[in-house]
């Protein structure tokens, strides 16, 4: 393989390893706060107790995401030197203000959110729980906007000349709020929300169907179920809106997305299917008539540009970003389905009599993650041939002096250091999840046990 395709692989496996984390560091923070929240209003040590638990979990996610980032900024310079020059001031001021805005405030409140339980009060304890949870989000946020940036490029103008070009920021506010960056950012926040919350229900029906810690689930799966229901149905929304957006701004990507390729209004969206792209054709593939057409303009006879509108070398890798986003919104309606499910039979009063329910919650927290890594697929393959949109190709962004043999020794060091991480994680969160919370159950409460 060639410099450029290791070079993608190996910054691919990078940012796809560390995503593991980020979002469930996110998704449990949000989830803290309403914990904490509930003891402050309630004054119930339970709440407390619980919510020391899942900040211990939190503390863990957190401190293997920081450590799994760190690489992804040395690559930048590495592997993709003109690259990094060309959106040098543009990432810098993004980043920047992540490290101003997002980290310092994280990582500021972090240790009085870990250790300080018995150091400040309740409320000033509440309140480092609150800015942590920003923080998370916070960071989301710059990061999001740099690669929305690369999707739509906006505010910007470009000085030099081949090599030396480079984009520099003439509206800054135009580059952070881009064509893309609101409805990637919310739909990206509402995926994290998704992990954290399913690996907190996840832990919970495991301890239900183990008979542990029974008071501490069934309270810790009613908080999630709650987050989740809401998520779910917040990333369809988002989804659709993410959807138009790029039918506007990046059409070769939506019809790599659903395999059109001549121009068409009624055009069919797939549910499922195989591109043959050498016909053009979608083998086995089942469609409902008009529906893409409709959705993206609310009108069947909205027109949808096809892929023989691009140049042959301008368009991305067609059945990848088609199975890629079919399956990331199968998984989207299936997180729908559950949450709705779970929130039925805790209406009905039985939902931890409903053991079948349980083994989907235990095993739930792998389809979040799934589809974050797969909804990233769709948007970074989805945008190819281009490393920047319509300005700079992904062959053109590589460094000069990189060869393919130092970057497959990298390539090889990277996974067996990662697996290592990985391995770590799981083994500490299996001893935390096998420890469980310090007898939370026995904790009298004040308002009473919740009902099943």
């Known amino acids: 393989m060639d410099v450029e395709i290791l070079s993608r692989i190996q910054f691919a496996f990078t940012i796809a390893f560390h995503y593991i984390y980020p979002p469930l560091s996110i998704g449990i923070a949000i989830i803290l706060v309403i914990m904490e929240g509930m003891y402050l209003k309630t004054k119930d040590k339970f709440y407390e107790n619980m919510t020391k638990f899942w900040v211990k979990v939190f503390a ?17 310079g590495t592997n993709w030197a003109t690259y990094s020059r060309f959106v040098g001031d543009v990432f810098g001021s993004a980043l920047a203000a992540e490290g101003i805005f997002a980290f310092f405030l994280e990582s500021g409140f972090l240790a009085v959110l870990v250790f300080g339980w018995d150091k400040v009060g309740p409320k000033m304890h509440f309140f480092s729980t609150l800015m942590v949870s920003l923080g998370s989000m916070f960071s989301a946020v710059w990061i999001v906007v740099a690669n929305s940036w690369q999707q739509t490029p906006a505010g910007f103008h470009v000085i030099g000349e081949g090599i030396n070009a480079r984009a520099e920021i003439t509206d800054f506010w135009a580059m952070v709020f881009n064509p893309s960056s609101v409805n990637r950012l919310s739909h990206v926040i509402s995926g994290c929300w998704l992990a954290g919350a399913f690996l907190i229900i996840s832990v919970s029906a495991y301890y239900i169907l183990k008979d542990r810690h029974i008071r501490f689930a ?12 809401i998520a779910s149905l917040f990333q369809l929304f988002t989804g659709h809106r993410s959807a138009v957006g790029v039918s506007k701004n990046q059409p070769a990507k939506l019809a790599a997305m659903e395999a059109v390729f001549d ?35 609310f009108d069947t006879n909205t027109k949808v540009t096809g ?10 890798p067609v059945n ?12 989207g309606f299936a997180l729908i389905a559950i949450s709705l499910l779970g929130i039925f039979f805790w209406w009905r009063g039985i939902l931890f009599k409903q053991k079948w329910l349980l083994w989907i919650f235990v095993f739930s927290v792998l389809l979040p993650q799934i589809a974050n890594q797969i909804g990233w697929i769709t948007a970074e393959v989805g945008r190819q041939p281009w490393i920047v949109y319509g300005l700079l ?6 460094s000069k002096a990189v060869e393919a043999g130092q970057v497959w020794f990298s390539l090889i060091l990277f996974m067996l250091i990662y697996l290592g991480l990985f ?3 799981i083994y500490l969160l299996n001893e935390k999840i096998q420890h469980g919370p310090e007898d939370v159950d026995s904790i009298p409460s004040e308002i009473g046990h919740p009902k099943a």
Not at 393 to 398: A, D, F, R, V
């Open 423 to 425: 391995i770590l994680f």
């Open 60 to 76: 863990l996610t957190f401190a293997v995401g920081v450590a799994t980032g760190i690489v992804m900024e040395f690559e930048f």
């Open 393 to 398: 190709k992904t062959s053109e962004g590589l």
């Open 218 to 229: 069934k309270s810790s799966i009613k908080i999630a179920l709650v987050v989740v229901m």
């Open 320 to 331: 990848i970003v088609f199975q890629a986003y079919h399956l990331m919104v199968a998984i």
């Open 263 to 297: 121009d068409q209004t009624n055009a069919q969206l797939y549910l499922f299917g195989w591109v043959d792209s050498e016909n053009q054709k979608v083998n086995f593939g089942v469609a409902v008539p008009g529906m893409l057409s409709y959705l993206i303009g």
């Open 307 to 316: 892929l023989n509108s691009f140049k042959e070398e301008d368009r991305p």
